[in-house]
């Protein structure tokens, strides 16, 4: 299965800042996901990034909030704009190598972000 | 639409068998996973199992699906200190949606 690097691992943010989250994947993949998991909930899909195109939102998150990129098929990146303390979360990013196999959903080791 | 649920915390003796439960209400759900996250990480997959399986085995680890009322259980035998975290079950469904649906996950917690 694919290796996922994220970074930052963790960062405490001012509000009304932005911090650009990365991933890089071992290997190509077909597909990358990033999620948000608030304290003590479980993940929420924020969006597919799509590889040379815009990402699909999921409802309620939108892009001039959670601007993302992906170049090339083992880069990707998600921007918190504007942060204020309810953005404080774990992101985590996931790729999958084939969208028919049932196994490789691969995940970051997450981003924890505070924001004061 | 899609729902996950789990109950929110387990706890069970070092050396007992832990069991954690997971229900789903999509029928169509062709995968259904087990993730384990450990404080400060990220998610680590531990077993998943096709939508057409009763059960699945992998050393300590145990998956048992009922199809018919959309249960998933997870049981872990001989439970040991380093198997407390936190475990999400999550649903992958047919079609070209690609992304996982999260249960709320269980905390497990194995005391000595």
């Known amino acids: 299965s694919a290796v996922i690097s994220q970074k930052p691992s963790r960062d405490i943010c001012q509000r009304g800042t932005s911090l650009t989250i990365q991933c890089q994947v071992d290997s190509q993949v077909t597909m990358m996901f990033w999620y948000r998991q608030q304290p003590g909930q479980s993940l929420t899909l924020i969006a597919t990034?799509?590889?040379?195109?815009?990402?699909?939102?999921e409802s309620g998150f939108v892009i001039d909030k959670f601007p993302i990129s992906r170049p090339n098929l083992t880069f990707s990146t998600l921007t918190v704009s504007n942060m204020s303390p309810e953005d404080s979360s774990i992101y985590l990013c996931?790729?999958?190598?084939?969208?028919?196999?049932?196994?490789?959903?691969?995940f970051g080791s997450g981003t924890r972000l505070t924001v004061v | 639409g899609e729902d996950v649920e789990q109950s929110l915390f387990l706890s069970v003796r070092e050396g007992d068998s832990s069991v954690i439960n997971c229900t789903y209400t999509?029928?169509?759900?062709?995968?259904l996973y087990w993730y384990k996250q450990e404080p400060g990480a990220g998610l680590q997959l531990l077993t998943y199992?096709?939508?057409?399986?009763d059960m699945k085995q992998d050393q300590r680890l145990t998956v048992l699906l009922n199809k018919k009322d959309k249960h998933l259980s997870l049981r872990i035998a001989d439970t040991q200190t380093g198997d407390s975290a936190i475990y999400f079950c999550a649903e992958r469904q047919r079609g070209s949606a690609r992304q996982l649906t999260f249960g709320s996950g269980t905390q497990l917690t194995v005391l000595p």
């Open positions: 999509d029928s169509s759900s062709t995968y």
């Open positions: 996931s790729a999958i190598l084939e969208p028919s196999a049932a196994s490789d959903y691969t």
């Open positions: 990034a799509n590889q040379g195109s815009e990402a699909t939102y």
């Open positions: 199992i096709f939508s057409n399986m």
